[in-house]
């Protein structure tokens, strides 16, 4: 347990010093910021910027750099890469390429589902249509991978949004689906693959945790089928749990614990060759966001939009704290010292504070007046800031 506290407390001041939001919900996919700059009380909407296609897709931010993907067209077989100064909302540079797989999704849904993600030095986005592409920090096209080309029957006809992580020098990417399912590890400098896996059958939408111990990196790679860690570097299977999880909510990361979305909540311990299961509440069922773990707590939004409570030592759950917020839902929240970030499908961006007893919510309307916006995606924190986007709309909450 020693040298695993100390890998965390590096991990934590690395992250704190840069300040990056890297990845779908943020430090190894907590959801949780580990910076020291906390958003201010009062809300406002900093700027706000236009963007050209649909995305459910949530920014990343790199230094002084925000990152979004989006599908454009009538068949969004139009793919962008867009990067925004975090400052002032100006658009540095854009990227258009054409979609070499498949585009179709579910009609709520779009092709630019998957949340791209960075190595502090390279921009890699994955689209539903199983493109992939390497562009740096200045646009410059690195690589790409038409992944249709080489598993052509990878695909999904609801669309797929699973979220590729970067670990070391190894990006990960999941394409989960009915038909040719599969986990592939990446070089990041030449996109050739490292090593693949063979996933379960089912159509997957949950995206991929980091998880370290036992002298090795791992991703905790989740489906109907329960929860694998998995070697980053070399696909090795190091530990499995096999009692089911969900396939839409992610799995929460704590600090000495993953709280798996599986027959509600269960708290695991992954250790070498084994995971221990330290608890179950059945009753802490997640809709469509994932879990959260910030302060000692879990917090869970279940489908009738109701946050609740749970003590991540035991599972039990705080009878007090039971707060309707308005939903309903597609994105998850994430989490910066005791507030809680969270932003419904019709643009109502909520911050609830969880230091008090029963909770406490500030919440401003990123909709015009007379507009409306379809707010699908999970937030990012960074410098201080919270950025989230619609369909139509890239916004700084500060």
């Not at 580990?34 to 790199?62: C, F, M, N, Q």
């Not at 909302?89 to 990227?95: I, P, Y």
């Not at 038909?179 to 949950?206: L, M, Q, V």
């Not at 791992?218 to 530990?239: C, F, H, M, N, P």
Request: hydrophobic share 40%; proline share 4%; charged share 20%.
């Amino acid at each position: 347990m020693f040298p695993r506290f100390l890998l965390l407390l590096t991990l934590f001041a690395v992250t704190a010093a840069h300040a990056d939001w890297l990845q779908f919900r943020g430090p190894n996919g907590s959801a949780v910021s580990t910076e020291t700059k906390i958003p201010a009380d009062t809300l406002k909407v900093a700027w706000s910027a236009d963007l050209p296609g649909r995305g459910l897709a949530a920014p990343i931010i790199v230094g002084d750099k925000v990152f979004v993907t989006c599908g454009s067209g009538p068949d969004q077989a139009t793919l962008h890469v867009i990067c925004f100064s975090a400052k002032d909302g100006h658009r540095l540079w854009e990227r258009v390429m054409r979609a070499t797989g498949r585009t179709m999704t579910q009609g709520k849904t779009g092709v630019a589902a998957a949340t791209p993600c960075s190595d502090g030095k390279h921009v890699f986005a994955l689209y539903s249509s199983n493109d992939l592409f390497c562009f740096d920090l200045d646009g410059n096209l690195v690589w790409l991978r038409g992944l249709t080309f080489d598993y052509s029957n990878a695909s999904n006809s609801l669309g797929m949004a699973q979220s590729p992580v970067v670990v070391g020098d190894t990006l990960i990417v999941q394409s989960e689906n009915d038909s040719e399912s599969f986990a592939a590890g990446i070089d990041i400098a030449t996109g050739i693959n490292r090593w693949k896996i063979d996933r379960p059958k089912a159509a997957n939408w949950s995206s991929a945790l980091l998880w370290s111990g036992h002298g090795a990196e791992a991703v905790a790679l989740q489906s109907s089928k329960g929860i694998s860690g998995v070697d980053a570097r070399t696909g090795k299977e190091l530990w499995n749990y096999a009692d089911g999880a969900s396939t839409i909510p992610s799995s929460a990361l704590g600090s000495d614990a993953i709280y798996a979305s599986s027959n509600g909540i269960t708290a695991l311990l992954p250790e070498a060759g084994a995971v221990s299961q330290l608890w179950r509440n059945e009753k802490l069922r997640p809709g469509t966001a994932s879990p959260i773990a910030l302060g000692g707590n879990l917090y869970v939004v279940n489908n009738a939009g109701v946050l609740l409570k749970a003590d991540t030592k035991t599972g039990t759950e705080d009878a007090k704290f039971k707060l309707r917020l308005k939903g309903p839902f597609s994105g998850s929240p994430v989490g910066i010292g005791s507030k809680l970030y969270i932003v419904s499908e019709r643009g109502i961006f909520q911050a609830v504070d969880t230091s008090t007893a029963e909770g406490k919510v500030q919440e401003i309307d990123l909709a015009a007046p007379g507009t409306k916006e379809l707010v699908m995606c999970t937030p990012a924190i960074a410098n201080g800031a919270v950025y989230v986007r619609s369909d139509g709309k890239l916004w700084k909450v500060d």
